[in-house]
């Protein structure tokens, strides 16, 4: 058994820089402003999501109790997977901004059903990193979402969803750092 939990919380830091890791790759993606070429950007994009959903199913993975933080793991990944959709698939673009706002709307959730946890547990250390990381994660998607319904509009939300991309980024890098310094399960 504590071979098994300390697996867990191995595989738990690993699931939690996987994650953060493709934040910022998903972030770089959207950058318009990157004197990269747009092929290369969408690319980084897919690439990025593909590392959250990987991400936060692993991390789901290592929570054996049901839980807030288990939930919220795994409606994050459902979330990028419903982004992945919209990139992968050739829809109209009508249905891959709604597929794209639909899946960061499911990441805010996630993320903000973890926050709910972390509220309700002891103060310490490590619940401070998951209610920084969740809050900014949770924020940066919702500023996301808001950035694509514009875009339904016909208005530019592009500088908005580039910001709430790298929020959430900044959000998934400390909790990468909590999960680091406080592992737990």
Not at 44 to 62: C, H, M, S
Not at 74 to 98: C, H, M, P, R, Y
Not at 132 to 141: P, R, V
Request: a negative charge; aromatic letters at 6%; hydrophobic letters at 40%.
């Amino acid at each position: 058994m504590d071979n098994e939990n300390e697996q867990d919380q191995l595989k738990a830091v690993f699931g939690s820089w996987i994650q953060a890791t493709g934040t910022v790759i998903s972030a770089i993606g959207i950058s318009s402003f990157l004197t990269i070429s747009t092929e290369i950007l969408n690319s980084l994009n897919l690439i990025g999501n593909v590392l959250q959903a990987t991400g936060n199913a692993i991390l789901a993975d290592t929570i054996r109790e049901f839980s807030l933080d288990k939930i919220g793991n795994e409606i994050q990944a459902i979330g990028n997977s419903t982004v992945i959709t919209g990139i992968l698939i050739d829809f109209d673009v009508q249905t891959k901004i709604k597929l794209d706002i639909d899946g960061n709307l499911l990441q805010a959730l996630g993320g903000a059903t973890s926050l709910a946890q972390a509220l309700g547990s002891i103060p310490s250390a490590a619940v401070l990193y998951s209610i920084y990381g969740n809050s900014l994660q949770a924020t940066g998607n919702s500023l996301q979402a808001y950035a694509g319904a514009k875009g339904l509009r016909n208005e530019d939300g592009e500088n908005i969803n580039i910001i709430g991309s790298w929020i959430q980024a900044t959000g998934a890098v400390i909790s990468a750092i909590g999960q680091t310094k406080y592992p737990s399960n």
